[in-house]
């Protein structure tokens, strides 16, 4: 019965990698993007919520990517800018101190409306509980630049 | 996933849950919202989200308890996802948590 237990989840642990399969186009796309030069550009939509939070525009990119589509999007793409080697260990962490509280604001908003409450609500108070705890992780982790 | 799927059929979850359930008390909320909590955290989201349509609350608990489950679940895979990014997994982890709870109690406190 254990062994069955353990069947199971290392079967459904082999669905959720081979279900990550739309990394791969995802990535060529932020290449393209990228070369493209979108990048500079949605850096400089996110510069007002980067500064307070002393995150690089580097940082951009990977913020809006957690904050529409998810954080297993977003982390996908804070794992390609982490070994271009553009943010630090630091960084890293302050981005995702936000990006853990305040993330998938569409999907997971649209769902837990369904179950009964206010949307709005619920996406004011994870952005506004996600800038207070990355702000406060800037201060502990990032010095003044 | 191994983890969590034998922790679940192992009959775990249920246990952890009735032991939160009474500091649920202090969120509003009743003992099987810490079912909500446990199982949006150990097994996924939208588990989650399941457990707290199943549950009957008022507007003001499932507003409670909606916001402190999109504020802290998927304790292990994302943890695992933000580990793997290269980021401090604790510090990422220790504010979804403490952020849950405080929120949680700052709701229970303000909303009507």
């Known amino acids: 019965m254990v062994l069955e237990w353990i069947w199971d989840g290392f079967v ?19 290449q393209v993007l990228k070369d493209v030069g979108w990048l500079a550009k949605v850096a400089r939509w996110m510069r007002p919520v980067l500064a307070p939070l002393r995150l690089p525009g580097d940082a951009g990119l990977p913020v809006v990517a957690g904050l529409a589509v998810g954080l297993t999007y977003g982390a996908g793409v804070i794992l390609q800018v982490g ?8 960084e890293l962490t302050v981005a995702c101190v936000f990006l853990g509280i305040c993330h998938a604001v569409i999907e997971e908003t649209i769902l837990f409306s369904a179950g009964g409450t206010n949307g709005l609500l619920l996406v004011l108070i994870r952005a506004v509980t996600g800038m207070i705890f990355a702000f406060g992780a800037s201060r502990m982790l990032l010095k003044q630049t | 996933m191994v983890v969590v799927n034998v922790l679940d059929k192992a009959g775990v979850l249920p ?3 009735r032991a939160l359930g009474p500091a649920m008390a202090l969120l509003g909320l009743p003992g099987e919202a810490a079912l909500v909590l446990v199982s949006a955290n150990f097994v996924s989201f939208y588990a989650g989200l399941a457990t707290l349509m199943a549950l009957a609350l008022t507007w003001k608990q499932v507003t409670i308890l909606s916001a402190m489950v999109m504020i802290c679940h998927g304790a292990i895979s994302e943890t695992a996802l933000v580990a793997k990014a290269g980021a401090r997994a604790g510090w990422v982890l220790g504010t979804r948590v403490v952020a849950m709870v405080l929120i949680g109690m700052l709701l229970n406190w303000v909303l009507p």
């Open chain 1, 83 to 90: 070994e271009e080697g553009k943010l630090s260990r630091a």
């Open chain 2, 15 to 17: 246990y952890l849950s």
């Open chain 1, 12 to 30: 459904s642990g082999v669905m959720k990698i081979v279900a990550l399969w739309w990394l791969v186009p995802l990535f060529v796309a932020i």
